[in-house]
């Protein structure tokens, strides 16, 4: 199965389109931010209901443009039975906790987090914490992989290169991490607009130079789940699994961990989340690398 190949699309339509879609959820998302946040009586902030209301516009979005680009659900790549994305699933899950679980090992055998003891010896706090870091990990797993390894690159790869497919997937999926704002404005101010202006501050800080460390592994995650879906057929479900496994690991570690500020090793983080960085960078593009050894063509061997 080739990495790259030649399609007729051209490569700035296949770019536009998810950039088209993604700008038009956040749009509509952003007016509608305003009536909700009120109807809500500002129990959550404008860029949190701006957040929501954009993904789950991008989430139902995912029907009428498959149907428009004439997809199918085997094109998203889901397991043909029940057992087999459970099975595949669980894999993913196990192995999505290993591989973060070396990360996280090393950040904390370099101090640049410190364990909280105390924290763990409350069994209360740890079930909380568990099943919390359980059900944020099944939903963003879910969510996340449907919508980039799932829709978008069976989209993309089916007008592109998959190299490209894959590339353009992975941007995507890196930036929008990114889109957040701090913004508040005053109760008095709140307008239609209001949406539009937060939404707008949360574009800009997607080019913010400070978050290249965090990016480059968000990016290089995205690479190796998309490799997976490339190269296993019908393999979405380990893109869940690993996601999901990821985000739970994640969730432990933030919360019996503390980031040390003057840690001699710090730089190997990112400020974004005190855990992914240069360090998760370099892991991944090694698996990446064996990932693809291991399963490029018999051929080519």
């Known amino acids: 199965m080739a990495l790259i190949n030649m399609k007729q699309t051209p490569a700035f339509i296949v770019f536009v389109i998810p950039l088209v879609f993604l700008l038009s959820a ?24 701006i957040n929501r209301c954009t993904l789950t516009l991008m989430i139902l979005g995912i029907f009428p443009m498959m149907k428009w680009l004439q997809l199918t659900t085997a094109d998203l790549g889901f397991a043909r039975s029940k057992k087999q994305f459970f099975a595949q699933f669980s894999s993913g899950f196990g192995f999505g906790l290993l591989i973060l679980s070396v990360v996280v090992l090393f950040v904390v055998a370099l101090d640049i987090r410190i364990v909280q003891v ?37 989209a993309l790869s089916k ?16 930036a929008l991490h990114f889109m957040r704002s701090n913004m508040t404005i005053p109760a008095a101010e709140l307008d239609w607009t209001s949406g539009l202006i937060v939404m707008l501050d949360a574009f800009r800080q997607v080019i913010n ?4 460390d965090a990016f480059v592994a968000l990016f290089l995650a995205s690479i190796f789940l998309t490799c997976i879906r490339f190269f296993i057929p019908n393999s979405l479900a380990y893109c869940i699994g690993l996601h999901a496994g990821w985000i739970f690991i994640i969730k ?16 190997l983080v990112s400020r974004y989340d005190g855990l992914i960085g240069y360090l998760s960078s370099a892991w991944l593009a090694i698996l990446i690398a064996a990932f693809v050894w291991v399963m490029r063509p018999v051929n080519s061997r």
Do not use: C
């Open 159 to 174: 007008y592109a290169a998959p190299l490209y497919a894959m590339a353009l997937t992975a941007l995507y999926y890196a």
């Open 252 to 267: 432990l570690a933030k919360a019996f961990t503390e980031l040390h500020p003057a840690a001699e090793w710090g730089a």
């Open 118 to 154: 105390d924290r763990m010896m409350s069994i209360r706090q740890v079930f909380h914490e568990l099943s919390l870091a359980v059900i944020v990990a099944l939903i963003v797993g879910t969510l996340e992989e449907t919508l980039f390894r799932g829709f978008m690159f069976g």
């Open 209 to 212: 130079p400070q978050n290249i």
């Open 26 to 49: 956040a749009t509509i998302g952003a007016l509608m931010a305003y009536p909700i946040h009120q109807a809500l009586d500002g129990a959550y902030s404008l860029y949190k209901v």
